[in-house]
DNA sequence: TTAAAATACGACTATATTAGTCCGATTTAG
DNA sequence: CTAAATCGGACTAATATAGTCGTATTTTAA
């Protein structure tokens, strides 16, 4: 089938964990210890959610991150554009320029394969981090 | 967003032109000439499906494939689980012993992500190849 | 004021997956 | 017999993903 990247992947289980947690901050190091996921990889993660002010972050000593949106505003569409980029679901479908393409001179799918991927855009918009919950 | 193989891609296309061909048999050449595919990876992609019956071969000088089934009896989900692999959306989920994994001790979003899963596998098993003619 | 522990950022390396090639064998019509 | 096609597997190349490293900055508390 089809998969997940790991920073997808992560940042649903580091998600989920935030949204579950009673204590306000927590910090890279106690997640990736739980789920034994490379400490440098979910920092890099948590920051980049941190940048797009899905979390917010404390610097310091008792620094840390939290939640800064309700899960149930946090797509999985948008987390799988944040980290594997917009590429569409063939390569010459950037998401952008939809209607231009591009590689076969002849390309015969070209319309299906758009329609194929809007509705799992919408699919992916519909699934939300508090499905995960 | 989530990206089809290459194989995937060659094999819709190619199959799509099986289905409003009026030619009996048609040749990996006239295929790969037609849509510019590297002509031994999509002779490679039809053997295989000549391999699963959705495509009959002939051999010899005058040889080549024609449809064995019917464009609405081939499924996307068929053809990704064919050249892709049964691998699921997590490494840890193989489609077989979904129950069973895996990886991490305390994993939180097993039931999540299988519902995911099998929602995906639905609905690529819906889309066919009579959806892209 | 210094040390420790955290985030922040970017470059780098390693690994895995995918894409594509090559070689030789077999088949078959002409 | 030969040309042109399918067959099959091993091989290489290219790309994408996963993970690491080094260094800077921030903040708290001893
Ligand atoms: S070549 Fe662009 S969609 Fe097929
Ligand atoms: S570790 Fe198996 S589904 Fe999460």
Redesign the pocket.
């Known amino acids: 089938m089809i998969?997940l990247?790991?920073?997808v992947?992560?940042s649903i289980i580091a998600l989920k964990y935030f949204a579950i947690s009673k204590e306000t901050y927590l910090?890279?190091?106690e997640i990736s210890n739980k789920y034994k996921?490379?400490?440098?990889?979910l920092?890099?993660i948590?920051?980049r959610l941190?940048?797009e002010k899905i979390l917010t972050?404390?610097?310091?000593?008792?620094?840390?991150?939290k939640l800064n949106k309700q899960p149930s505003d946090i797509s999985l569409e948008y987390i799988i554009k944040l980290f594997?980029?917009e590429k569409g679901i063939v390569e010459c479908i950037n998401g952008k320029s939809a209607g231009e393409c591009c590689i076969f001179d002849e390309c015969t799918i070209k319309d299906p394969i758009i329609k194929l991927q809007k509705e799992l855009e919408i699919y992916f918009s519909s699934k939300k981090i508090s499905d995960f919950v």
């Open positions: 998969r990247s790991k920073k992947e992560y910090t890279a190091k996921i490379p400490h440098e990889l920092a890099k948590l920051q941190s940048k972050s404390n610097q310091g000593i008792n620094g840390g991150y594997d980029g």
